[in-house]
């Protein structure tokens, strides 16, 4: 069946530092590819997805690229903030993005981040 | 426009008992997911609706799991004779195709949970 196999953390980093965190997944098929993130006392939202590979999402200073090479898909940010202290959790969904298809999400255990000023 | 909610946000029992935990879709949304979250476990899917198709199943833990959608709208999930390794937060999402606003075709927005604690 699907998997995802992400850090589990928790990541401590201080203001502005650089930021990866591993994700890798096995899934039959070509799935689609998604960070959620979870704030504080927030519900899940999504942060960036790839449907294919090589695709890059980005969004927020957040990238993560689609390598089905290596099967992986590591969150990355440049310069952390205090704000972005939060659980980030890796995803997969084994349907096709487009075409009006909705499929269930599996997800990583989450990661998480505490960013110190 | 207002996101998914759930209701009761918490909801404490006694082992044994049942319970009842509502979703409210955002209007128009064809597609419902929950999922539950518990330590040790990460998030995993439980039951997903598609418009009148068959809901596929194929997540929920026993049969003491059920879940319904009435009208194609609100859903509840329904745990009977609780155990304490239910205690668990339930999070229901929702999506469909032609959702605004989305940063991808396939976005699932989730809502805020239900804490469900079991004595």
């Known amino acids: 069946g699907d998997s995802v196999t992400q850090m589990e953390g928790p990541v401590t980093l201080s203001e502005e530092a650089f930021l990866t965190i591993n994700c890798t997944y096995t899934a039959t098929g070509y799935p689609s590819l998604f960070w959620y993130v979870q704030y504080p006392g927030e519900g899940l939202q999504l942060l960036l997805k790839a449907t294919k590979a090589d695709d890059k999402g980005s969004n927020k200073g957040f990238e993560a690229t689609y390598r089905k090479e290596t099967t992986s898909f590591h969150l990355e940010k440049g310069s952390v903030q205090v704000s972005d202290s939060a659980v980030y959790f890796c995803a997969l969904s084994d349907g096709p993005a487009l075409g009006g298809s909705n499929y269930k999400l599996t997800f990583g255990k989450g990661t998480l981040l505490t960013v110190n000023p | 426009g207002a996101g998914v909610s759930q209701s009761p946000s918490n909801k404490v029992t006694e082992k044994g008992k049942d319970v009842e935990l509502r979703c409210d879709p955002i209007?128009?949304?064809?597609?419902l997911y929950w999922y539950r979250q518990s330590l040790g476990q990460g998030l995993e899917f439980l039951i997903y609706?598609?418009?009148?198709?068959?809901?596929?199943k194929s997540g929920l833990p026993s049969d003491r799991f059920s879940a319904e959608r009435t009208g194609g709208s609100v859903s509840t999930l329904t745990i009977q004779r609780t155990q304490q390794e239910d205690s668990a937060v339930y999070l229901c999402?929702?999506?469909?195709?032609?959702?605004?606003?989305?940063?991808?075709?396939?976005?699932?927005?989730f809502g805020p949970g239900t804490r469900l604690t079991v004595l």
């Open positions: 209007s128009g949304h064809t597609a």
């Open positions: 609706f598609q418009g009148n198709s068959a809901p596929d």
């Open positions: 999402a929702s999506s469909s195709p032609a959702a605004a606003g989305g940063l991808s075709y396939n976005e699932q927005f």
